[in-house]
């Protein structure tokens, strides 16, 4: 799977085995969970409405969140970096990421901001192929 803003693929695996699985490799890849979002349960709750599994891994890479920082203090506008581990209508499990090269690729007047940009999009497709 290649959307315009991001990335991911279908594993062959339960939805909370690649849960657990997301899990693990982000941890391996010196990424933390910060936020965790069922969306069919906020959905359901929210409106009655019935949708397939659906959970937002809201992930952060200390090392590379403080580079971000020091460089362009506001950069928590577009933090965190969201992992997507969902079930599609078919009942196919899917892991996504946000493409990196978007989300900072907003910031075009900052040269350090350029490096950092390939180093996070490195990492998660590390942590992505991981899975």
Known sequence: MTKNYGFGKVVKMSFDDAVKKTRAALQAGSWGVLTEMDVCKIMKEKINKDIP????????????????LDAEPSIGLLMPCNFVVREDKAGKVRVEVLDANIILGLIKKNPKMAQLKKEVLAS???VLKAI
């Open 124 to 126: 998660t497709k590390k």
């Open 53 to 68: 599994k659906y959970l937002i891994l809201g992930a952060c890479n200390p090392p590379f969140a403080a580079r971000a």
